[in-house]
C-alpha cells in the first residue's frame, strides 16, 4: 500500500471524450469528489482543496499536496463509486508498482478511456495487471506509460496483452506512449511481433535503440498510422530496421524522426523508403538535418510535393 507521499498533479477529467490535452466542451456527467466528503478524514483542508481545484465540470486539478495512504486509499473508494470516470491522468506522483495494481483493481468497471501514467515509478512488475486492463478493458483509447522504468520486459508484457486485445476484437485503442522507458531491441521486437494488434499511434522517442535489428521482417500492415522515433540512438542495423518498418507499414501517415544524429547514407535510406511510401504525409527531421541533406529532401518532395517535411522545430 501507498507510503510515500503524492507529488505535482492528479487531473481526474470526467466525461472528456478527447485527449486530455485537447479538452472539449462535452460532458457525460459532472462529477464532485467533495460533495460526498470522500476525503474529509484525509490531510487537512483536503476537501476544501478539492471544492477550490474543480476548475470545470470536467476537470479536477490537485496539484503539490501530499496525500497519505489512507488518503490513497479514499481516493481508490472514490473512483469505485464513480465508475463514469472516462479519463484519468496520474503524473510525476511517485506511483509504485503496488499502487498500479490498486489502482486497476478499482478502475476495472470504469470506462476508462485515457489513462495518462507519466513520470512514475512503474516498472515490469505491475505490467501483468496492466496486461489483464489491456485484454479486457473495451473502452481504452489511449495509455501513456512514458517516463517509466519499465524495460522491454515490462514491453513485452504489454505486447502480450495487445495481442489479447486484438484476438478478443477489442478495437478501441488508438495511442501507446512507451516514450523513455528503457525498450532496447528485445522489447521493440516483441512490440512488432504483434504489428496487427498495435495502436494506430504509437510513441518510443527518447529510447535507446542503437542495437535494434528486427528478428523477422514485419508483416505489411495498414494499421500504424503515427510512429514517433525522436531522440532514438541508432547505428547502421537499427536504421535498416527502421527503414523496413517504414516500408512495411503502408497505412502510415506521420513519422517523427526528429532529434536524432545521422549519416549521409543513414539520412539517404530514410527518404529512399520516404519516397516510395504510399500514405505519408508528415515528416518530422527536425535537428536531424544537415545541410548538405537539403538536396536529398528537394529530390523527394519534387515527385511528392503534398509531403510536409518540417527541417526546423
Known sequence: MRIACFGLAVLLLCGCSAHPKHHTNSVKQVVSPAAGGAFSSCAPGMELLLQSSLKSDHLLELSAKPISHECYDQMLAWLNENPHLTSLSMVQMGLSDVDLIDLLYYLDQSPIEHLILSKNNLTDASMSALQGYLANSSSLSEIDL????????????????????????????????????????????????????????VSFSNNDLQNWQLDMLPEVSLKLEELDLNGVRLDTKAMASIVSIVQHQQGLEVLNFSENTLSRSQFQSLMDAVHQHPALQILNVAFSMK???????????????TLRVQVQP
Open 146 to 201: 512514458s517516463n517509466n522504468p519499465i524495460g522491454s520486459v515490462g514491453a513485452c508484457i504489454i505486447a502480450d496483452g495487445l495481442a489479447l486485445r486484438h484476438a478478443s476484437k477489442l478495437n478501441t485503442l488508438k495511442r501507446l506512449d512507451l516514450s523513455a522507458t528503457g525498450l532496447d531491441d528485445e522489447g521493440l521486437n516483441c512490440l512488432f511481433a504483434e504489428v496487427f494488434a498495435l495502436p494506430q499511434a
Open 291 to 305: 545541410p548538405d541533406f537539403e538536396k536529398i529532401v528537394n529530390e523527394v518532395l519534387a515527385d511528392k510535393p
